[in-house]
T-cell receptor, first 113, second 111 residues
């Protein structure tokens, strides 16, 4: 089962910041949070990931709460091309110590003109 | 920079037919994965290969087999296709840190 909870859908005005929340209250101390997005039916695209500290790259910022039970993905200036399904995922280790991503249903973000 | 290449992109099979989905990556990643995605559901892991020479079952392995041919290639085989296997199939590869790189998918319909 997915270890994350996300709202099923959100709207955002073009040019404004999009803030996508994610709850992961059962996350363990060594488990990373990853964000991906999927545009139309293309393959998912990596956005950003983090463990404890806030992270920023050319695509987005990731804010992780101090207790690590939730996080927020921020797209600073959303464009129409950012319309996609955004997945918040916890990377876990299985019984064989292999890293795996457990996918939920994500948040469908609609960026409106 | 091709990344992860999947073939074919589309396929229609009759029930009982067999086929192999091909996947190749050029990023020298150790780990490779096969997922399926159905409407209203998240990606579900079918099989994965943590390194060359190893394969392991994921969440939904029944009806599928895999082969890690070498470090670059990871194939998924349907021996006797069933309508329940109609889905979009994604192959992915990863290194240990930066997450997964996905292919563009194979849209399979079993009639």
């Amino acid at each position: 089962d997915a270890k994350t909870t996300q709202p099923p859908s959100m709207d955002c005005a073009e040019g404004r910041a999009a803030n996508l929340p994610c709850n992961h209250s059962t996350i363990s101390g060594n488990e990373y949070v990853y964000w991906y997005r999927q545009i139309h039916s293309q393959g998912p695209q990596y956005i950003i990931h983090g463990l404890k500290n806030n992270e920023t790259n050319e695509m987005a910022s990731l804010i992780i709460t101090e207790d690590r039970k939730s996080s927020t993905l921020i797209l600073p200036h959303a464009t129409l091309r950012d319309t996609a399904v955004y997945y918040c995922i916890v990377r876990v280790r299985d019984a064989g110590n292999n890293r795996k991503l457990i996918w939920g249903l994500g948040t469908s973000l609609a960026v409106n003109p | 920079n091709a990344g992860v290449t999947q073939t074919p992109k589309f396929q229609v099979l009759k029930t009982g037919q067999s086929m192999t989905l091909q996947c190749a990556q050029d990023m020298n990643h150790n780990s490779m994965y096969w997922y399926r995605q159905d409407p209203g559901m998240g990606l579900r892991l079918i099989y994965y290969s943590a390194s060359e020479g190893t394969t392991d079952k994921g969440e939904v392995p029944n009806g599928y087999n895999v082969s890690r041919l070498n470090k670059r290639e990871f194939s998924l085989r349907l021996e006797s296709a069933a309508p329940s296997q109609t889905s979009v199939y994604f192959c992915a590869s990863s290194d240990s840190y930066y997450g997964y790189t996905f292919g563009s998918g194979t849209r399979l319909t079993v009639v």
